[in-house]
């Protein structure tokens, strides 16, 4: 369905029981990120939340997409899976062989339909336009500040429109905008987006770049300006397709070659120019759970900001997982998946993206194997395939396990590995986020092929099979560097440790990872250990994971031991996922501190927590992680 605004989104909420309202004065500094990372990160309790006393004019609404049930309430269905079954059925419909005029005429309605999704500029103001502020001026609006280190408040939720200039093809997308001043804001576009590849094209034309920011409106259009949709592919077709009802676009006042929603909240209407040099942005608190650290990205001018009366300001943060954000991811794996089976990979059966994973870091595939080698075939193909190409870590399976119920599949995938032969390593491009890769936005990739073997994918001179036995605990004491061990997975037939270790000296890790290997394969047919930092408790499955792998770049912190074991040769792999230094390492970049609330925040949250209306007191989820700092900046001090 479609809401005719954001107001209609959030009494669609409240109905539910998905919203509650917060009337007490809350400061966009710091305290409703702290108050939203509390209730997003409690299951039970976790709820949209409004803000209706900012100091401001306008209501914050953040954790708006937080759920599954609030998800599909944002786009109109009762299961993120009702949208990749109506693609199917679609792409089936057009695709399929047309034998007679009856199959012909079959699709006119679907084409009828397809003509209702195109989006529509509507003459005179929208909406979005009915105040027109005077002299225009961000610090009137709510703009949060989210995390203790950011370079100051941002705007998190803006859908910000671009135009190619030579063909006036339109992109909608969503990067963050550092608040500068109450006319300037920074542009955090990276290289591989559609609007950096605008920007790029203005500056060969010297010619100053129109830019318009959307907020509010339905909630569709911020799911639209994310999604991983082929370039050229106008968003707001997507959005009219998620909506059943066509996207009205009006034109922007001050730059009139861009429209925007005429149902937004609010609009700000600017340039970025090309001639005029870069501004120091960042850091920012992001999705990773990791700091993005500063560097050099376009300005934003302001010329125009425009909103309709009672307008609303929606936000969101992210930071450690689970966060809101996981379920925009979670939409985009459903609705995403049709298309990449019906157009590119047609064995896919599923698809599955762990919140430990932060969206590219980790990607379960299933697929329907049918020959030998399919699984590189997959590999390549996924790895091809848009916003696929940073993906870290790829695990691909058959239909003989459940993705979703992980222990039976890490036992099932290890269970199927020979770590000398199926797992694969690459390099390629890099989100610009991922702080492991050695060079910015270029590092290592690793599939795990889990299916089930032909013969022809055997190498018959490895042990695959082999006994599991749980190792006395005895044997740590050989290895002090190690500070504990998580032998759960082993305890559950799953052939994994995770270890903690203490680095202390070059090339430590691996030196370890063969004398360990080589000693527990005596006892015990360990596959693949894990290796993560010393003040990380191992046995904190996804907290342990989450850290991992953001630490990992798979193809130069992988270690393969191989020994002999009942005339058989037997494989380990050792990965490690510690923290990268100049002085062990020879990491040349600096490396972030994960994100934690600081202290001062904390505490004034919890003096006012009886006056929100909340329940009882949640305690702060940043105090279980403020013993895996690094120091107290941005940048870890390690």
């Not at 106008?234 to 959005?239: C, F, K, P, T, V």
């Not at 992980?406 to 690459?426: E, M, Q, R, W």
């Not at 440790?497 to 090339?507: A, D, P, Q």
Request: charged share 25%; hydrophobic share 40%.
């Amino acid at each position: 369905m479609a809401f005719n605004n954001l107001a209609e989104f959030i009494n669609a909420l409240e109905s539910a029981g998905e919203l509650i309202r917060i009337k007490t004065f809350t400061d966009p500094k710091l305290e409703i990120a702290e108050i939203t990372d509390r209730i997003s990160k409690t299951a039970s309790r976790n709820k949209a939340l409004l803000f209706e006393n900012t100091g401001y004019d306008f209501p914050v609404l953040m954790n708006a997409y937080g759920s599954e049930k609030r998800m599909c309430i944002a786009l109109g269905v009762s299961r993120l899976d009702d949208i990749s079954k109506e693609i199917e059925s679609l792409f089936k419909m057009l695709a399929g062989p047309k034998e007679s005029i009856l199959d012909k005429l079959k699709i006119l309605p679907k084409l009828t339909q397809f003509a209702a999704w195109i989006p529509k500029v509507i003459r005179g103001k929208g909406a979005c336009q009915e105040i027109i502020m005077e002299s225009p001026d961000l610090t009137k609006l709510p703009i949060i500040t989210c995390w203790p280190k950011d370079g100051g408040p941002f705007i998190t939720l803006p859908v910000i429109h671009t135009k190619d200039p030579e063909t006036g093809i339109r992109n909608v997308g969503m990067y963050r905008m550092q608040l500068l001043n109450g006319k300037q804001t920074g542009m955090h576009w990276h290289k591989h987006k559609v609007s950096a590849r605008h920007f790029e094209a203005y500056k060969k034309l010297k010619k100053r770049m129109p830019v318009a920011v959307a907020l509010g409106g339905d909630p569709i259009y911020a799911y639209a300006a994310t999604a991983p949709l082929p370039d050229n592919v106008d968003e707001y077709m997507l959005a009219g397709f998620l909506r059943k009802k066509k996207v009205e676009l009006v034109r922007c006042l001050t730059q009139p070659e861009l429209e925007v929603p005429a149902d937004a909240d609010i609009i700000i209407e600017g340039y970025v120019d090309p001639e005029e040099p870069p501004i120091w942005e960042g850091p920012f608190g992001d999705h990773t759970g990791y700091y993005s650290l500063p560097d050099w990205y376009p300005s934003f001018h302001v010329t125009a900001i425009t909103h309709k009366k009672n307008a609303l300001y929606p936000a969101t943060i992210v930071g450690i997982p689970p966060q809101e954000d996981a379920w925009l991811g979670k939409a985009t794996e459903r609705i995403f998946l049709a298309p990449m089976k019906m157009m590119m990979i047609p064995e896919i059966v599923d698809m599955e993206m762990p919140v430990e994973g932060v969206f590219h870091n980790l990607v379960i595939a299933q697929i329907h194997k049918t020959f030998a080698g399919q699984g590189q075939k997959v590999m390549s193909a996924m790895w091809g395939a848009g916003q696929m190409m940073f993906n870290k870590i790829l695990v691909l399976v058959d239909e003989g396990v459940s993705i979703t119920d992980y222990l039976s599949l890490a036992k099932y995938v290890l269970g199927n590995v020979n770590p000398a032969t199926d797992i694969t390593f690459a390099q390629g491009p890099m989100d610009v986020l991922d702080h492991s890769c050695s060079k910015l936005g270029f590092g290592g990739k690793m599939c795990i092929d889990g299916t089930k073997k032909f013969e022809e994918e055997k190498d018959e001179r490895y042990a695959t099979d082999m006994d599991m036995f749980l190792p006395d605990k005895d044997w740590l004491t050989a290895f002090p560097e190690i500070k504990s061990v998580n032998r759960q997975l082993l305890e559950r037939e799953i052939p994994c440790l995770i270890v903690s270790v203490s680095k202390t000296r070059i090339g430590q890790v691996r030196d370890l990872h063969m004398d360990f290997a080589e000693k527990i394969f005596s006892e015990s047919g360990v596959k693949l250990i894990l290796y993560v930092d010393e003040n990380i408790d191992p046995s904190n499955l996804p907290v342990a994971l989450w850290r991992f792998c953001n630490n990992l770049d798979p193809k130069r912190d992988s270690i393969l031991f191989e020994g002999s074991r009942e005339n058989k040769m037997v494989a380990c792999m050792g990965l490690d996922g510690t923290t990268k230094t100049l002085a062990l390492d020879n990491f040349h970049r600096d490396w972030p501190n994960i994100i934690v609330a600081d202290e001062k925040t904390i505490e004034a949250v919890n003096k006012k927590w009886d006056q929100l209306g909340l329940g009882t007191l949640i305690i702060s989820p940043s105090l279980s992680f403020r013993d895996q700092l690094y120091g107290e900046e941005a940048v870890a001090s390690v």
